[in-house]
């Protein structure tokens, strides 16, 4: 649990607080596709609903944490963010417009 205070504000106002955890986490033993990809979808349902969604995002990738759904994004989809973000702002995927 983060100990700084802005860090405690957010978690409180979690819409994930009291959910099983194990939406959110894979579990231990090996996990099917079609399981894992169930699974996301319900804890993203869950973060879609969340007032803090933000704030659980930026904190998930400030701490490159590698595991888990955080503010509606899994590990894969943060990774690919946070490489996004690393570009140079000329070199950035161009979702808008498509002239490349
Ligand atoms: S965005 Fe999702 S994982 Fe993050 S605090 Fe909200 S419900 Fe929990």
Redesign the pocket.
């Known amino acids: 649990m983060a100990t700084d205070s802005w860090e405690y504000g ?2 409180w106002r ?4 009291g ?1 099983d955890a194990g939406l ?1 986490f894979a579990p231990s033993q090996f996990e099917p596709k079609d399981e894992r990809l169930a699974r996301e979808r319900q ?1 993203k349902v ?2 879609s ?5 933000i ?3 930026e904190y ?1 990738l400030r701490i490159r944490e590698p595991y ?5 994004l899994n590990e894969l989809e943060r990774r690919l963010l946070l490489k996004e973000r690393d570009r140079p702002a000329d070199r950035r995927l161009r979702v808008i417009g498509g002239d490349g």
């Open positions: 957010w978690q979690a819409a994930c607080r959910e959110f804890a869950i973060c609903t969340c007032a803090v969604r704030e659980c995002l998930a888990g759904v955080w503010g509606g």
